[in-house]
């Protein structure tokens, strides 16, 4: 399924093979994904293209400064006619919802996002209304765009079982990109493209039962629990991940077994997933930022520096 997939998105996305991997392992964990990337990365189409591999409802929302959080979770509205409250549904009623330049809206807003990450509902004067048992977040954000922009509070990046930084593409990825494009105007809509939904939510949720039976030994559990409190003890950083971190990465390593046809996880599926499951949920020292360490750089060196079993 994960080639399908591949092969569906690569119709109007060139290259980002990781990210997409990573999106298909985070809907299987029951995971949320921060994509973070300069203008023009495809951070959106991908996001639109692959909510229709998967035929799922797909949800927008441009988050602006003036956002408020009834533009997101809806409100109940009188209606004059009948005399009543109408529940106004918000578009974070869907499967797959797009939160587009997230870090563009104040923390008020953003935090009403927090109890459909975690818990997958939604409550309205006092009335908890749920969500797919796979509702999905995908977030973008600008790294270069610093004016008019308020940075995540940790408490909403800690929900992101994913941060992936998105490059921009090789030279021959942006050869095939002129190629294909060059000739259009306008943005590269998937359904004009031919992209085809290949997976549904009856495959989706087989692919979730077989996570369940997928073998985490103790000695790997070890290596994901060092890895998290190694973050804690050591001194490029000012703060560790959390013990949600460790519990989610586990399970993101079993869909990645599970996408590699195997009904084990092995140390290389935690270390493939420990960089973007854990670059958004620690602070750099002072030391570190002095000596011009980069967040990545401190984390491999780290990760690098824990023996995995054999």
Same mark, same amino acid.
């Given at each position: ?107 008020k807003t953003q935090a009403a996002l927090l109890e459909a990450m975690q818990e997958r509902t939604v409550t309205l004067d006092g009335v908890s209304h749920d969500l797919d048992e ?30 992936? *930084? ?5 030279? &021959?990825?942006?050869? !095939?990109? @002129?190629?294909?494009?060059? $000739?259009? +105007? ?41 890895? *998290? ?5 050591? &001194?490029?950083?000012? !703060?560790? @991940?959390?013990?949600?971190? $460790?519990? +989610? ?48 750089? &401190? ?12």
């Open positions: 399924m994960a080639e399908r997939i591949r092969a569906e998105v690569g119709k109007t996305v060139i290259g980002q093979t990781d990210t997409i991997d990573l999106l298909l392992i985070a809907l299987l964990a029951k995971g949320h994904i921060l994509l973070e990337g300069p203008p023009g990365t495809a951070k959106t189409l991908l996001a639109q293209t692959f909510a229709r591999t998967l035929g799922v409802e797909f949800g927008r929302i441009q988050f602006t400064p003036d956002l408020m959080p009834g533009d997101i979770v809806g409100a109940n509205i009188f209606n004059f006619q009948t005399s009543a409250f109408t529940l106004t549904r918000g578009p974070i009623f869907c499967d797959l919802l797009l939160a587009d330049e997230i870090n563009r809206t104040p923390p796979r509702f999905m977040v995908v977030a973008t954000q600008n790294p270069i765009e610093q004016q008019g922009v308020y940075p995540l509070p940790e408490a909403q990046l800690d929900r992101f079982l994913f941060k992936q *930084v998105l490059p921009y593409p090789t030279e &021959a990825e942006e050869l !095939a990109i @002129v190629a294909r494009f060059g $000739a259009r +105007t306008g943005q590269p809509i998937p359904s004009e493209m031919g992209v085809e939904t290949v997976a549904a939510k009856p495959e989706l949720q087989a692919l979730g039962e077989l996570m369940a039976s997928v073998r985490l030994t103790e000695e790997i559990g070890s290596y994901v629990v060092r890895i *998290v409190r190694a973050t804690r003890e050591s &001194a490029d950083f000012d !703060a560790g @991940v959390s013990p949600r971190c $460790a519990a +989610t990465l586990s399970a993101a390593a079993r869909a990645r077994a599970v996408l590699n046809g195997r009904d084990y996880v092995i140390p290389d599926d935690i270390k493939a997933l420990s960089l973007p499951a854990l670059r958004h949920r620690v602070i750099l020292s002072p030391a570190a930022e002095i000596e011009g360490r980069k967040v990545d750089d &401190a984390l491999t060196s780290l990760i690098n520096s824990i023996e995995a079993p054999r």
